[in-house]
């Protein structure tokens, strides 16, 4: 989340779309409920179900999964043909007037730089012009013809109503109702704040789904100011903390990078990385880069990380292909992995294409489990009749399974979708020989090592050397670890301006990331998180909500990322004369001499607004300004197309019909085999999309006798439309099938699924809530990943769970 969940009470207009928040984040949705009774808010949900979100909407539009990108687009060209955007805003805080390469091109659906056998583009030529000193140029007039914003008005000036209409199968007249709801807070006093989450994820396309929906916002002006924002739905509790620590296999902690196998020393490593301002007097805060990633490896080996040795910068493992979840089964089902450790995951429920999922499994020599409960994983070698088919004497897998506390029986943190650090503390003892997942790891860890020490091996050091400074070694706390996440000084820190003046004493907890220091004089194993544990002690473990402005900020609860700030951008809630642009709701402003406010200020406390060349509130980016144009950071384009999910009820993509190279996102991945396992619409019709249930949570509540009694059976959604053609009764079976395999459930036939008419055709939806299996006391069902497609989205390998194509008949 750009904001967080109080926050959404301040929106003027609240968009879900892409979620349903009402059903999957039942306690955040009562902020959209507090908008709408306290701020006259109005919700607009746009879902291929009329949903629970839905059933409280002010309005209500369908769409065919897998198709926002057409609509937002298209709204994206209705707001900059009818001249609804927020001017200033877009002139000041965006890179709307910088000019772009001439080499830059977009023909038939494909961007400059694609090379079809690689399936990968190449973003040399989506660059800006630079002048001689290597800044970007600009034009204040917008006018230029290579300036971002002529670049995006001919850019989506192609998503017409009626074009929209004919790939979402939204109706015209809803469409533009959406429009003109979303139009409305172009005005700089108005904001929309949108909600989303794995109806946006969950795509071949989905980061340029997301990526769409923050054009949208920046054009309105509605990033930074309260109740806007891009607001992701995080999932489980601690997800949030997930990518924060790094756990994604290219990254580390605080959102740095693990180099790649191209970037074999520390110069070429920060070359892309500690980005000058592209901009005078910007201050591309990526330059501290250094400061961030030599505390790191202080954390991690102490003093084996010297100034000599590049700071252990060859201890670190290079990637020569990301190591995301579908790799590492396709890599199982070539033979080329043979061990895999499960912890708090169980991939043969929930990672696509269940049979590939089972025969990698099949393949391995070991499986480790570590989890408090019975899984699908830990059990897919048993044959379970109809709901897992295996032939079990076939299979050789080891199958070692360590049980596990849960959270309730832990202390700790956990980060919620806003940001926020949040202490908790054990409520039970775990039960029989159940271990901490800390003691677990720190186990296998301590046998690794002694290992190491006895018989060596290729490359020891980073093992050996690493530091491991528990009191208790088989079993770190979780306070110690919280500690060594925030960082402490490892010599005294001193004032770059004074260096007399010492900031922090050696030993001591550091404040805030900005003591953190290149020349190995502080240690801080996530940069974002200095700050949680300071000398003051546990910030994280605060409980004061006084709320002195009266708009949800709570300083004094818990403690956000970064630097204790709950709006990110939030510089950019004032005009360029640094007052708010809506007086009544104040993060912060500029008082002639600093910035403050309601927030910790998301820009240098002294940089006035007023100056020639001020600083622009985007501070990470090397702009200063948000990136309306992305000539980095994606793979798939620096601006988002529509492109068809990979399995689609369409023969071609109504963007660019003639173009099967264009047809599914060009540059996401799809493994040798898998695009053979992709459905014809001849023999799928159907489009199918897969979600969760208030009642359950995943695939463990199936293990609780309460849910399982309330969800007791397993179902799909069909609509009437399709019910009447197929002959299917309410609470009959029906099997459910796709090119991957097959379902049989109960079918709950619905109002609430609409019939769209796309592309000239009729085309239905078929609804599939996820939580059945064959582990657990509630009614054995089939895995719903039986059917879906193994391919994910281009940047983050996300799988399309959200759109896929199935046929139904009566079972
Ligand atoms: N009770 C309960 N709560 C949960 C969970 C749970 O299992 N049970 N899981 C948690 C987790 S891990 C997560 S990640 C979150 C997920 O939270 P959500 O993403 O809100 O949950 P989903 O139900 O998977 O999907 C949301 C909606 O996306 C819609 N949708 C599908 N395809 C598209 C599309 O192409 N476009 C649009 N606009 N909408 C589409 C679906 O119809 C569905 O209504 O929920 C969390 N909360
Ligand atoms: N078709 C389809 N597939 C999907 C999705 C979808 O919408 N559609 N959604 C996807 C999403 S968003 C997600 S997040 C994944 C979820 O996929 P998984 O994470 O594989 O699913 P969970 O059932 O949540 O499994 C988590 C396991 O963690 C265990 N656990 C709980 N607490 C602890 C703990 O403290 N320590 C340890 N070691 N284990 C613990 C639980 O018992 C459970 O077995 O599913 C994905 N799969
Ligand atoms: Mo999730």
Not at 326 to 335: K, P, V, Y
Not at 704 to 712: F, L
Request: with cysteine; aromatic share 12%.
């Amino acid at each position: 989340m750009t904001n967080h969940w109080v926050d959404i009470k301040n929106a003027d207009l609240v968009l879900i779309m892409g979620g349903n928040a009402a059903e999957a984040h039942p306690c955040g949705f009562k902020w959209v409920i507090e908008a709408k009774h306290h701020n006259k808010a109005k919700l607009l949900v746009v879902d291929p179900r009329f949903t629970r979100s839905a059933a409280m909407s002010d309005y209500y539009a369908p769409i065919r999964a897998g198709s926002d990108i057409a609509l937002l687009a298209g709204v994206i060209n209705y707001l900059l043909s009818k001249d609804k955007i927020q001017h200033e805003y877009v002139k000041h805080y965006t890179n709307a007037s910088f000019i772009i390469n001439e080499g830059y091109k977009f023909e038939d659906g494909l961007f400059s730089g694609y090379d079809e056998a690689k399936r990968r583009y190449d973003n040399a030529s989506w660059t800006y012009e630079l002048d001689e000193k290597g800044f970007a140029k600009v034009d204040p007039t917008l006018t230029h013809e290579r300036c971002v914003l002529q670049v995006m008005k001919r850019h989506f000036s192609r998503y017409t109503p009626e074009l929209v209409s004919k790939i979402t199968g939204t109706p015209q007249d809803k469409f533009l109702k959406c429009c003109e709801m979303i139009a409305e807070t172009s005005a700089p006093g108005k904001v929309m704040t949108i909600m989303y989450a794995l109806g946006w994820t969950q795509h071949s396309q989905g980061s340029q789904m997301i990526r769409t929906g923050a054009l949208m916002q920046l054009l309105l002006g509605n990033i930074g100011l309260p109740g806007g924002g891009m607001n992701a739905l995080r999932g489980h509790s601690n997800i949030q903390g997930l990518t924060d620590l790094g756990l994604l296999s290219t990254s580390l902690p605080g959102y740095l990078s693990l180099p790649r196998e191209t970037e074999q020393d520390l110069e070429t490593y920060y070359k892309p990385r500690a980005t000058k301002p592209l901009r005078p007097n910007q201050m591309s805060f990526w330059q501290n880069y250094p400061k961030f990633f030599v505390s790191l490896q202080k954390a991690w080996w102490g003093k084996a990380a010297t100034k000599e040795n590049d700071w252990a910068f060859h201890y670190l493992p290079k990637w020569d292909k990301t190591y995301d979840v579908l790799q590492a089964f396709e890599l199982m089902n070539q033979g080329k992995l043979n061990g895999y450790i499960c912890q708090g995951f169980n991939p043969v429920g929930s990672f696509p294409n269940k049979k590939k999922i089972i025969d990698g499994l099949s393949k391995l020599k070991y499986l480790v489990i570590i989890d408090p409960l019975n899984t699908e994983t830990a059990e897919f070698w048993r044959n379970f009749g109809e709901h897992n088919d295996v032939k079990t004497e076939e299979i050789q897998t080891t199958v070692f399974r360590f049980p596990s506390t849960c959270f309730a029986e832990e202390d700790g943190s956990l980060t919620n979708s806003g940001r926020w650090l949040q202490w908790h503390w054990k409520g039970a003892e775990p039960p029989g020989e159940a271990k901490g997942d800390a003691e677990i790891i720190a186990e296998i860890f301590l046998r690794l090592k002694s290992m190491y020490q006895k018989e060596g091996g290729a490359f020891p050091d980073p093992i050996l050397n690493l530091t491991w400074p528990y009191k208790i070694p088989h079993s770190p706390a979780a306070d110690e670890l919280a500690m060594e996440f925030n960082g402490r000084a490892l010599a005294d820190v001193t004032d770059p301006k004074d260096p007399t003046k010492v900031l922090a004493k050696a030993g001591e907890q550091l404040a805030g990331f900005g003591l953190l220091r290149d020349d190995g004089s502080t240690a801080s194993g996530c940069w974002i998180y200095t700050g949680s544990w300071t000398q003051a002690g546990n910030q994280m473990a605060r409980r004061d909500n006084s709320d002195p402005w009266g708009i949800g900020q709570t300083l004094n609860w818990a403690w956000a990322w970064p630097a204790n700030r709950r709006v990110l951008y939030n510089a950019a809630s004032c005009d360029p004369t640094g007052k708010p642009w809506n007086g009544k709701r104040r993060l912060i402003a500029w008082n002639g001499e600093r910035w403050g406010g309601s927030d910790v200020p998301d820009i240098r406390p002294d940089a006035n607004p007023n100056d020639e060349e001020a600083v622009r509130p985007f501070i990470m980016t090397a702009e200063g300004v948000a990136r309306l144009f992305a000539p980095t950071g994606l793979v798939d384009g620096p601006l988002p197309e529509h492109y068809e999910p990979f399995e689609s009820p369409l023969a071609n993509n109504p963007m660019h019909p003639k173009n099967d190279k264009a047809r599914a996102n060009p540059a996401a991945r799809v493994f040798k085999g898998d695009m053979e396992a992709f459905g014809k619409p001849s023999e799928y019709p159907y489009v199918a999309t897969s979600y969760r249930l208030t009642e359950h949570f995943h695939y463990w509540t199936k293990n609780v006798r309460t849910s399982a009694i309330i969800q007791p059976q397993q179902f799909v959604e069909i609509g009437e439309e399709l019910a009447k053609e197929k002959g299917i009764a309410n609470g009959g079976m029906v099997k459910v099938s796709s090119k991957r395999g097959f379902i049989k459930a109960v079918a709950v036939v619905t109002k609430r699924i609409p019939t769209l008419e796309v592309d000239g055709k009729k085309v239905h939806t078929v609804g599939l809530p996820n939580h059945w299996g064959f582990v657990g006391v509630a009614k054995p069902g089939y895995l719903v990943n039986t059917l879906t497609p193994f391919v994910g989205d281009a940047n983050t390998q996300t799988p399309e769970f959200k759109s896929f194509t199935v046929n139904i008949e009566k079972a």
